[in-house]
């Protein structure tokens, strides 16, 4: 299943709705939560929190620093019956709190 499915089930399984979403200057909306995750780059793999995600991208609290455009590995739960979601990006932006991931659009 691909991110989009997920993401799908993520908001079905927290009740979310637009009205609970964040809206930013993208097309996208972007549902607030708190997962914990495991947040790869360059080999290392550090613990994160991923605190809104849709099926484009994710803001992930880090305080590691990134350059825009660096790779990297996100993997999570969404459900514990089911296996955590891995996925590819890359950062889109970053700031004093965390980076923006976009997704790698051939995952979703």
Partial sequence: MGIQGWFVHLCRLWGLTPDSAMLHDRSDIRNQCLIASEFG?????????????NGSGAFVETRK????????R???????????????????????????????????
Avoid: C, M, Q
């Fill in 41 to 53: 780059y360059f080999g290392n793999v550090d613990s994160a929190l991923i605190r809104n995600l």
């Fill in 74 to 108: 996100l993997k999570f739960p969404l459900h514990y019956l089911d296996p955590p979601v891995e996925l590819t990006g890359v950062i889109a932006w970053t700031g004093s709190d965390g980076v923006g991931v976009k997704f790698n659009p051939d995952e979703s």
């Fill in 65 to 72: 620093r990134f350059s825009i455009g660096e790779v990297v």
